[in-house]
């Protein structure tokens, strides 16, 4: 679809009006990096726009829709609107906490809707000029709804949001200078069908990829999407899991069959593994919930990377597959923390111990989110297998580094993941019975859709791919080595998942002992003490002279083993090593 | 119901308890562990949890403060249990049955099944009263 | 062949409890023979299933029923699916959310002891997972699929080509099989103790019948896994296995329990890297 001159020009002003506010919020905040970044953008690009392309250049199509997009449209539009009207019931809840006088939300949901719109647009956009304008567009509300609730802490974390992002429109300002000169084009079908060993064409794919890490937050820069943990929930689960993350990842599959077989591929490749195994190494520390998710979502979004990286058909699908279960099983799950935060006003996670007791309904539903983002027969495992099986067949020595990266990191995800949710079940054997709690309509309503949402999807994952993801697949270029989806099973040719009788199975079980199992008053016994306990349901054991004690019970964070100030250092070097010597390979090969 | 209850002679797991006598009594007891008494052969495990034991061999006197906790292990454990008094101590409170503290044989807690008296008592005494006590628990069960 | 494909997995799930009770039976007889005792008869572990399933029922809670029940029955299943045939990595993930069950219902119970138990068992499951799923890969890159029906016709044992990869499996055979030197979440032998029952420590009776008979069901599972070394013909593959339990139950009696940080390490730095060694004359199709 083209889009006539005069959107162009609309595109451009809005380009350098936003550019204006980057700046101004530099000079306000006196921040050093975003002034130099924004003034970059400021040389450059009005150089490239007015000096260095002729005047009117046309780039067709303007918006590209195919299968793909649709897929992220869907994401976007659907699971974005579902946390928009969680975030009516979440917002006014947030607001009489803080004893708000005057209140904010209309900034609130007007950067919100702004920000679906500009996820549509980035999506669909073929011309480099209007994805770097929808990019910067979701830097801008990121950076301002990090800062939604203007406390000191949300203020740094928002400004070093931006300049980190504004990296990669930094990125995106050079891939279009280069694309333009070296392959004489801005749009990017028209990039792709360059063919990866057309000269020169890797680096605009390299620059749009480390635009993507940027946008992803991937090693190292992953400390602005842990900031960012500070603002309302529905802000980290639309933004930071579901959907403004993705764009990084979207872009990059989307650019995956352009350099397919070459350096940057595995590259991009062993990158998106080494990141998923060291956030889940470091996620087993983190005693913050959202911090959890956070670096889970990092780690889901280098696998992401990954599987584009070993870009072959079977990949490709498990990188949409997971994109797609990701983001509901994240989203659910940032939501889930958001009203376990305003029931409890803490995300600690020893502050969510024995929570089944106290809020069931809403830690049930959370421990549902956690076996849709760990275990069979959920979207997400299904993607990491045919990932796995995707990552053994890649061509190429790197497979079996891959392949561990990604072992060890899955097998980190279960201890993280069981940790937290044992702490949301630990309770001492009790009689009485646990009521449901007070539930708010917007709130719980679309927890409830997103985990009906995230069973339904992966009991039908087999039409899920056929009919979503492998038309997405075969027409970015891909051919041959898709899942063949008959009688709702996934057979590829190297491997088998039968993700109905499976969900058939567990569902039996979990069903008919949820009901046929009703354990009597007088069967309930104590937890086992030493004989010391108090009484059945008191925390307490009698110690010394005979003295009523507390009993504790703690998680095991193991900081020193796990914990970031052990690893960042070494992560964080690789991470820029790796990415110093993407680009260097690119230049030089 | 001839399988499981045939099956409960031939498997007794056991919970040991000392309410606080000299030792002599649990050091005999362990002893029938070693290789030499080997009470395993009769599918005797120690396990230290009330949970999935079915004997609670108990030495020592009761006193007012452990009665508590004999009587919160005793809960603990599911039927059919027994309860064997080993030594003097555990059957009538032995050389320490004036004492201001002491409350006398645990029978004056929970009931009892078994009474082997000896201080210390011999291991063979030991095998001799936990096979007497399983009849008794086979019996229970029906 | 239509025949074994139907039968082989029905056989599984009704001989799978009586191989593993009789293989377990074996393991304690031979264990206190070690030891100089006389040891238990064979058939204990069937006396001790029938004991539990007698005894009265006593709870936590329902949640850790509700877990055991699906530690049981995704074990079972898994173990069907193994015999079926079936993809081997979908096979290992059944596994280990039979695994996961075990521990979540450990962690139901806010006992410190149940507590501790879970946290060991995790620190087990990080330990042995990567090495049956690298084990796992390594075994498609020799035969090109990773379908078990396929090795059992590949027409070559695994064995010969994959000699590493069987050192790191048997690593996480000991772990699986809660041996000495990593017997650290359960305290498996009684005589252990030191978390009391570490993740058992809340199931008593009728439900703790279940995790033995689960703990059968596993060992059966493990040793097939074992066996697959050598399908090539399959009762060589059999005999390694059993041969391969013998060795177990030696290590066992000859060596003191390690912590779980030497756990890792060793599955870590020895088992994974065995199997990624192991893995490089087939990666990238050179071989």
Known sequence: ?589 | MGLISASRVKSPWILHYDCGGCNGCDIEILACLTPLYDIERFGMLNMGNPKHADVLLVTGPANYRNRRVLKNLYEQMPAPKLVIAIGTCACTGGVFHNCPNILGGIDKVIPVDVYIPGCAVRPEAIIDGVVLGLGKLAALGK | MSVWTVLAPILALILGAPVGGLLKGIDRKISARMQGRVGPPILQPFYDFFKLWGKETIVANKAQLIFVWLYFLLVVAALVLLFMGQDLLMTLFVLGFGGVCLVAGAFSVRSPYSQFGGYRELLQILSYEPILLLTAVAIYLRIGTFQVSSILTSGQPLLPYLPLAFIAVLIALTIKMRKSPFDIAASEHAAHQELVRGVYTEYSGRYYALIEITYWYELVFVLAFVALFWAVPLWIGVLIALACYLLELFVDNISARLTWRWMLRISWIGGVVLVLVNMIPWAGGWW
């Not at chain 1, 083209?2 to 905040?29: E, H, K, P, R, S």
């Open chain 1, 1 to 589: 679809m083209t889009l006539g001159a005069g959107w162009g020009m609309a595109v451009l002003v809005l380009d350098f009006v936003l550019l204006a506010y980057f700046l101004y919020v530099g000079i306000v905040n006196r921040h050093i990096w975003i002034l130099g970044l924004v003034a970059l953008q400021v040389v450059f690009l009005p150089l490239f726009e007015f000096v260095w392309l002729p005047h009117g250049f046309e780039v067709t199509p303007t918006l590209y829709i195919d299968t793909l997009s649709v897929v992220l449209c869907l994401i976007i539009s659907i699971i974005g609107s579902l946390i928009c009207v969680y975030a009516i019931g979440y917002m006014r809840a947030h607001e009489a906490h803080l004893k708000l006088e005057k209140t904010k939300q209309h900034w609130f949901f007007f950067f919100m809707i702004l920000f679906l719109g500009a996820m549509n647009g980035l999506v669909f956009s073929n011309n480099l000029l209007w994805l770097f304008l929808f990019w910067e567009l979701t830097t801008l509300v990121c950076y301002q709804l990090i800062r939604h609730d203007e406390t000191p802490e949300a203020i740094t974390n928002a400004l070093r949001a931006l300049w980190m992002t504004m990296l990669g429109g930094v990125a995106i300002v050079a891939a279009m200078i280069f694309s333009y000169f070296y392959a004489g084009t801005l749009s990017i079908q028209e990039l792709l069908t360059q063919g990866p060993t057309a000269a020169m064409v890797l680096l605009p794919l390299a620059l749009l990829c480390f635009a993507g890490f940027t946008k992803s937050a991937q090693v190292p820069w992953q400390s602005w999407l842990l900031g960012a943990m500070v603002a309302p929930t529905p802000v980290s689960a639309l933004l930071h899991s579901s959907t403004m993350v993705k764009a990084g990842v979207y872009l990059v599959v989307r650019l995956a069959p352009g350099f397919d077989g070459t350096v940057l591929s595995t590259i991009v490749a062993v990158f998106g593994a080494f990141v998923f195994m060291v956030t889940a190494i470091i996620a087993i520390s983190q005693t913050n919930a959202k911090r959890l998710l956070a670096y889970s979502t990092i780690g889901n979004l280098g696998l992401i990377f990954c599987l584009a990286g070993i870009n072959t058909p079977l990949a490709i699908t498990a990188s949409i597959a997971l994109i797609i279960f990701h983001a509901i099983s994240k989203g659910l799950l940032f939501l889930c923390v958001g009203t376990v935060d305003q029931h409890i006003w803490s995300r600690e996670i020893e502050g969510m111990e024995g929570l089944v007791g106290r809020y069931p309904v809403v830690t049930w539903i959370t421990i549902a989110g956690i076996i849709s983002m760990l275990l069979m027969p959920f979207g997400v495992l299904i993607s990491k297998w045919a990932g796995l099986e995707a990552a053994s067949a890649f061509p190429s020595l790197w497979s079996i580094i891959i392949v561990a990266l990604i072992v060890l990191g899955s097998a980190a995800s279960v201890v993280f993941w069981m940790k937290w949710l044992g702490r949301l079940l630990a309770r001492l054997p009790s009689t009485e019975s646990v009521r449901p709690e007070k539930m708010g309509f917007y709130r719980y309503s679309v927890l409830f859709i997103l985990i009906a949402a995230a069973v339904v999807l992966s009991v039908a994952i087999a039409p899920v791919v056929a009919g979503l993801i492998n038309p997405a697949v075969s027409e970015l270029g891909y051919a041959g080595g898709l899942f063949d989806t008959a009688n709702w099973y996934l057979r590829s040719g190297l491997g088998f998942f039968a993700p109905w009788p499976l969900a058939v199975l567990v569902g039996a079980i979990m069903v008919g002992a949820a009901v046929f199992i009703k354990p009597r008053k007088e069967q309930i016994k104590p937890a086992y003490m030493c004989g010391e306990n108090v009484e059945l349901s008191t925390p307490k054991f009698r110690a010394v002279a005979d003295e009523e004690t507390e009993l504790e019970t703690g998680g095991y964070y193991l900081p020193n083993l796990f914990g970031e100030k052990r690893w960042n250092p070494w992560v964080n070097g690789a991470g820029i090593g790796i990415m110093v010597l993407l680009f260097v390979l690119v230049l030089v090969l």
